[in-house]
C-alpha cells in the first residue's frame, strides 16, 4: 500500500514521538490510518510542500508540510519502542543508518544529515522515534575525492 508518513505534532503524541500514516490509494486516500511508533517504508520519496514551508517561516509555527512517501513494509505499534531506537535497531543489517533532517527554516528539501546534501529518493527509509533514516550510497562530496575517471573507448576495446 502507498502512504504518506510524517511526524504527529499533536500534543498528546508530540512527546512519543509518533508518526502518522496516510493512505494514498484506495478508499481510504488521503485519510490517517494508523499512528505508530515507527515504520518501514519501500521506493521512498522525500516530499516538502514549498506553500507550507512558507506558512511556516511566515507564522512561526508547525504545520504538517513534508512527508516520507513510498511503499509500506511494516509498522510499530505505538508504544512498542523504546524512544531512542534508531534505523539500525528497526532494520538490522539493511544498512539504513543515513540520518535524514529538515529544517524549513534553514532549506527547501530534506537533507542528510551525514554531509547537508539534499535527498530526493531512497530505496528503503526506517521511521524511528529518533528520526528518519535512509539507506543511501556515499555522499557527492565523498565521490569527488575518487578523482576524474578514464571514459571508456568502446570503438578502441578488442576484447
Not at 490517517?32 to 512558507?54: N, P, T, Y
Not at 528497526?90 to 535524514?100: D, E, F, Q, S, W
Not at 528518519?132 to 562530496?141: F, M, S
Request: net charge positive; proline share 5%.
Amino acid at each position: 500500500m502507498r502512504v504518506r508518513l510524517y511526524r504527529n505534532l499533536s500534543p498528546q503524541y508530540r512527546k512519543q514521538r509518533a508518526w502518522s500514516i496516510m493512505s494514498m490509494e484506495g478508499p481510504k486516500k488521503g485519510r490517517v490510518i494508523d499512528i505508530v511508533d515507527g515504520a518501514v517504508l519501500r521506493d521512498v520519496q522525500f516530499l516538502v510542500s514549498e506553500a507550507g514551508r512558507q506558512r511556516v517561516i511566515r507564522d512561526q509555527a508547525k504545520n504538517v508540510h513534508a512527508f516520507v512517501q513510498g511503499r509500506l513494509v511494516k509498522t510499530f505499534e505505538l508504544n512498542s519502542l523504546d524512544k531512542d531506537s534508531d534505523g539500525n535497531d528497526l532494520a538490522p543489517r539493511r544498512g539504513v543508518v543515513t540520518r535524514i533532517g529538515y529544517d524549513p527554516y534553514k532549506t527547501p528539501k530534506m537533507v542528510r544529515e551525514d554531509c547537508q546534501e539534499t535527498v530526493d529518493r531512497s530505496d528503503l527509509v526506517v521511521a524511528a522515534p529518533r528520526g528518519v533514516y535512509a539507506k543511501l550510497g556515499p555522499c557527492r562530496t565523498q565521490l569527488r575525492g575518487l578523482g576524474e575517471v578514464e571514459p571508456f573507448d568502446v570503438d578502441g576495446w578488442n576484447g
